[in-house]
């Protein structure tokens, strides 16, 4: 009985949540490792319109899998969902910080895929546009102005989601480490 047990493991709601936790900072991770591999690899042009492609189903699927783990979370926390008023809440317990890890996860990932990433793609199309018009590659000296802005814009937009993607990592991470606790 008990290695039938032990087998159903992964199909209770525990093991649901630790499967969606790992899928979730496991793709995470993997969008990291083979972005930087294909950079490294394909010309930049072409990696960027493949990211163009990956990025809005990496950040759909992250923030599904967030969103789920969240869902389940609340499932076994039933009494964070009540009044901030009544205890526990999110900011005096663990499963209530726990919680808010999920949440600082969740919201990087939505906001790369509703804002940040369509912006810096859309910046980054149109520095390769105006690469044609120019004839010249984004970083070769005497570039036009127009260039210059594109380049900054699309600098300040991947530094950003760059950013939140770190924060979306560290939030998942961070969930792994206490609930191991």
Same mark, same amino acid.
């Given at each position: 009985?008990?290695?039938?047990?032990?087998?159903?493991? *992964?199909? $209770?709601?525990? &093991?649901?949540?630790?499967?969606?936790?790992? =899928?979730?900072?496991?793709t995470?991770?993997?969008?990291?490792?083979? &972005?930087?591999?294909?950079?490294? $690899?394909? *010309? %930049?042009?072409?990696? +960027?319109?493949l990211?163009?492609?990956l990025?809005?189903?990496?950040?759909?699927f @992250?923030?599904?899998?967030? @969103?789920?783990?969240?869902f =389940?979370?609340?499932?076994?926390?039933?009494?964070?969902?009540?009044?901030?008023?009544?205890?526990?809440? /999110?900011?005096?317990?663990?499963?209530?910080?726990?919680?808010?890890?999920i949440?600082?996860?969740?919201?990087?990932?939505?906001?790369?895929?509703? !804002? !940040?990433?369509?912006?810096a793609?859309?910046?980054?199309?149109?520095?390769?546009?105006?690469? %044609?018009?120019?004839?010249?590659e984004?970083?070769?000296?005497?570039?036009?102005? =127009?260039?210059?802005?594109?380049?900054?814009?699309?600098?300040?937009? /991947?530094?950003?989601?760059?950013?939140?993607?770190?924060?979306?990592?560290? +939030?998942?991470?961070?969930? +792994?480490?206490?609930?191991?606790?």
């Amino acid at each position: 009985m008990a290695i039938f047990q032990s087998a159903l493991a *992964p199909f $209770t709601v525990k &093991g649901f949540y630790l499967i969606t936790w790992g =899928t979730a900072l496991g793709t995470n991770v993997w969008n990291t490792v083979s &972005g930087y591999r294909t950079y490294k $690899t394909l *010309p %930049r042009q072409t990696f +960027g319109t493949l990211q163009s492609r990956l990025q809005p189903l990496y950040f759909t699927f @992250s923030s599904l899998a967030t @969103s789920t783990l969240l869902f =389940t979370h609340y499932w076994f926390h039933p009494g964070l969902i009540s009044s901030p008023r009544v205890p526990p809440h /999110h900011t005096s317990s663990p499963e209530g910080q726990q919680a808010l890890m999920i949440i600082a996860s969740l919201v990087p990932q939505l906001l790369n895929l509703l !804002v !940040v990433s369509p912006l810096a793609s859309d910046v980054m199309f149109e520095r390769h546009r105006q690469e %044609r018009v120019e004839g010249k590659e984004y970083d070769e000296p005497n570039v036009s102005e =127009t260039l210059q802005k594109l380049n900054k814009k699309f600098s300040i937009y /991947h530094g950003i989601a760059s950013a939140l993607n770190t924060i979306s990592f560290l +939030g998942l991470a961070g969930l +792994g480490l206490a609930v191991s606790m």
